[in-house]
């Protein structure tokens, strides 16, 4: 078959726009990556501290970035950045320097994720039109859920400040009035009635007289006033900062710790105005570090003085979230507790939370291990290893 010169240049040519477009269309899809609602979310955090073309904040402006690092080295800093200058990279300890050796918290974010955030922070923090109406939807229901928590919260106080005081005297008064119509004035013919306010009103105080007697100790929804205003919905929601950077000890030590002033300097030391509070709390924190005087932050969450908890124990070893115990704190402006911390709450997660038993720790339970080779056990929970023991907690 012969083709035409023509009909050969007329299919090269086509040829050629379909590469063109091919190429088009790859480089279109690489500028537009990172401009996406979750590259916005993601980038939440990196505002607490950073801008893009508004000047040094805590850290430094992030406008260029991208063309002042390679991006291999920036996805490692901005996953770890301690864990680099730990390692003696250079460049790494230059940029610690620079911005008054203030440590940025780690994060879980992937390769990818990051390179998204690099993205969008080349396209100057703008989110393409198709993603704007995905974006203003989520933060609709983010703001549903914060305030159906926020609701949750307050029927826990309401729950809380229903007193049974006054039932309980109730009833008394109407044990006195039974007792005394039936012994003295006899008003009431028929015997049976006082009898049976009487029996009612027993009941009703015993069950008053129970439910106070197994309360004691226990502070469940207890929400104390703090000298200094301090939002984890800010804090821990909004910009996402980490438990343990504040709570430094939580996988170390028996106790979680309350962090130093000089840890939140880190912060605001750059950070002097807040959107909700303005200037007055953050100046507490200042005023507090310049005086060098601890802040006396009251404790929410408290054990009797004879329950002994290791909080490394749970969360270290047991691999615990924070929230199993202490609720969705990222949610709450003021801390509440939320779990009553009872003996019986704390025995039901150790019968169904499942112990890590590849910890060498766990090679003196031969018969366990025993067990499970034979396919007599599937998984090792904490009650198999003590957890109902009284002794573990109370010694």
């Known amino acids: 078959m ?36 979750e590259a916005e979310a993601n980038f939440v955090v990196c505002k607490a501290c950073h801008t893009i073309g508004g000047g040094k904040l805590v850290g430094p402006d992030l406008q260029g970035v991208t063309e ?56 100057g923090g703008k989110v393409a039109e198709s993603e704007v109406g995905e974006t203003k939807q989520e933060v609709a229901e983010a703001v549903v859920e914060e305030e159906e928590s926020t609701e949750l919260l307050a029927e826990m106080k309401r729950e809380d400040a229903r007193h049974l005081q006054a039932t309980f005297i109730a009833m008394v008064v109407l044990m006195l009035l039974a007792l005394f119509d039936l012994l003295v004035t006899k008003i009431i013919k028929q015997k049976w009635i006082p009898i049976v306010i009487l029996i009612i009103a027993v009941i009703i105080s015993g069950e008053v007289i129970f439910i106070e007697a197994t309360n004691l100790g226990r502070q469940q929804y207890y929400q104390p006033e703090q000298p200094v205003w301090f939002s984890h919905k800010v804090h821990a929601g909004q910009n996402q900062i980490d438990c343990k950077y504040c709570h430094f000890t939580a996988d170390k030590s028996m106790h979680s710790g309350i962090p130093p002033v000089a840890v939140c300097m880190n912060c605001h030391n750059q950070v002097k105005k807040g959107k909700v509070t303005g200037e007055i709390e953050i100046a507490k924190v200042i005023e507090a570090y310049n005086n060098r ?95 109902e023991d009284c002794q573990k907690c109370h010694y």
């Open 293 to 387: 005087e601890p802040i006396e932050w009251v404790k929410v969450h408290n054990l009797p003085d004879h329950v002994y908890f290791n909080h490394s124990q749970h969360v270290n070893v047991g691999k615990m979230d924070c929230t199993e115990c202490h609720g969705d704190v990222a949610k709450m402006d003021e801390i509440i507790q939320v779990n009553d911390l009872s003996m019986g709450w704390c025995i039901d997660c150790h019968r169904t939370k499942e112990v890590n038993f590849a910890n060498k720790f766990y090679d003196q339970y031969k018969q366990l291990h025993e067990e499970i080779a034979k396919g007599e056990k599937s998984k090792v929970l904490v009650t198999d290893v003590g957890g």
């Open 2 to 37: 012969i083709f035409n010169v023509s009909v050969i240049k007329s299919l090269m040519r086509l040829k050629g726009l379909l590469l063109s477009g091919i190429l088009t269309l790859l480089l279109f899809t690489n500028l537009s990556f990172g401009q996406t609602a």
């Open 68 to 123: 002042r690092y390679d991006e291999a080295w920036l996805i490692k800093f901005i996953q770890n950045s301690q864990e680099l200058i730990n390692s003696g990279d250079s460049i790494a300890v230059k940029v610690f320097e620079e911005n008054n050796k203030i440590p940025m918290p780690p994060n879980n974010l992937t390769d990818d994720q990051v390179r998204d955030i690099l993205l969008y922070i080349e396209n």
